[in-house]
């Protein structure tokens, strides 16, 4: 499975993005999607997760109520929407796919990786 990210850019805080993962490939292998994000000197941190055929999802505390995962099953595309952006989600964001059933926020469940897209968010 190849997993190609965009959407990320500099915004301002407050402001908002909507970034995509195009899966291609192998897709009937991955049975839910995921992004994380890096920040700078930081671990890669779970973000959110959306089961591609029952569309369950799981977020992290530290962005419920601004982030949405959602997907488009037709153009084997998963979306996160960012909202209130904040500084302290500057980071590398990385969607990623799981073969495996159950969501799960554990990057050792992802085994397909995209390639990360730069969001950069300014005070």
């Known amino acids: 499975v190849q997993l190609q990210a965009s959407g990320g850019g500099l915004v301002q805080a407050g402001g908002s993005l909507r970034l995509s993962c195009a899966a291609s490939g192998r897709t009937f292998n991955i049975y839910f999607m995921g992004w994380f994000r890096q920040a700078p000197g930081k671990e890669r941190e779970f973000v959110a997760a959306m089961d591609w055929s029952a569309g369950g999802t799981l977020y992290a505390d530290s962005v419920k109520g601004r982030f949405t995962i959602s997907r488009d099953n037709t153009r084997n595309t998963v979306y996160l929407q960012i909202n209130s952006l904040k500084p302290e989600d500057t980071a590398v964001y990385y969607c990623?796919?799981?073969?495996?059933?159950?969501?799960?926020?554990?990057?050792?469940?992802?085994?397909?990786w995209g390639q990360g897209t730069q969001v950069t968010v300014s005070s």
């Open positions: 990623a796919g799981s073969n495996k059933f159950g969501l799960s926020n554990t990057r050792s469940d992802f085994s397909s």
